[in-house]
């Protein structure tokens, strides 16, 4: 007989999904230029030249066998060492290539860590708004998502709410910082005293609490903001981290799990995800993409674009009495919905053409999600479909 969980996954398509389909559909309609998609978080900026380069090189110069094969499990240890070295020279951490597990981009090494970390009947704690996907996989593990609002004012963890939400099923929290949806780079303050709180807590509960640190935008950051690593803060961190964004590549699928060298239980967590990994046929991350990753470490896509977005945007929307979250990374802008209802927001902005997400499918009500990885034009040829969906307000 089918799953009847998965097959109402597979069926039911993610708001973000359908907004896209949605999209599609109006563009063949009344022509690509007179529809205005900030749906989907699909990079629009080409990879750095070096990375074609690079892959054209290797193409030309290894062997396919090698370069085609199957890696190791947890990927090939060269390739491993070479992201250890780099995390160590920009981070100043201490890690090694055995600390490294290769996945098929960020969500294969959020499904790998929570099926190795947490068990059926446990809590996994999720500061809200959050990336949809993280129910699904939590979900998954027969384990219960308890989102706790981040702080109204400026987005940042509320660390009280989250102590309150603790308990002893609670196995992990996930952290993303630069965050989807809401732009905001948690502060090293809320990251420290997170950090305190949890080791408490562990403390008094007799068992770890994991942080799941959720990275794929730690690059795309503007002013110069710093993201924290998470490692350096508390010790039973998992970090997922992804190529996707950075490198403008996320239909090659290539990321990684990081244990932090320090947890308690290292080698259990470690083993734990290559298990996981293997349970879930994994295999190993793609290995031209694998071997690409030395070549063109450090190498950021140009976010010069995505910076002149969020300006035009936070500008001109501000000044149409739209309020927004002002973003210090990612490619999202968090607008507030001028009635307090997401939906309705969202379903006004279509009849201008404008596709933005709505914010309760993220856990938070009351705002919509803009993506602007989208070419500066697009946002141009917007901004008069902005000012009449701000001015419909006011009517
Ligand atoms: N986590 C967050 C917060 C994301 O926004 C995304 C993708 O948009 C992912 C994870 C998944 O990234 P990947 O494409 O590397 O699987």
Redesign the pocket.
Known sequence: MVNEKMRELGARRSVIRELFEYGKVRRAEIGAENVFDFSL?NPSVEAPSSVNRELKRLIDSESSILLHGYTSAQGDASVRGAVADYINRTQGEEINADCLYMTV????A?TCTLTALVQEGEEVIVPSPY?P?YKVFVERCGAKIVEVPCKREDFQLDVEAIRKAVNDKTAAIII?SPN?PTGTVFSEESICSLADMLREKAWELGHPIYIIA?E??RELVYDGARVPYITKYYDDTVV?Y?F??SLSL?GE?I?YALVCPRAKDFVAVYQAICGAGRALGYVCAPSLLQKLLPRVLGEVSDIGVYDKNRRLLLEKLTEYGIECVKPEGAFYLFIKSPSGDSAEFCERAKRFEILLVPSDDFGCGGYARLAYCVKTEEIERALPAFKALAESYRQ
Not at 105 to 108: D, F, K, M, Q, S
Request: aromatic share 10%; charged share 20%; glycine share 16%.
């Open positions: 978080g981009g960020a969500a294969a959020l990336f996907e993303n989807n959720d794929p935008y997922s992804s996707s964004k996320p699928r990321g």
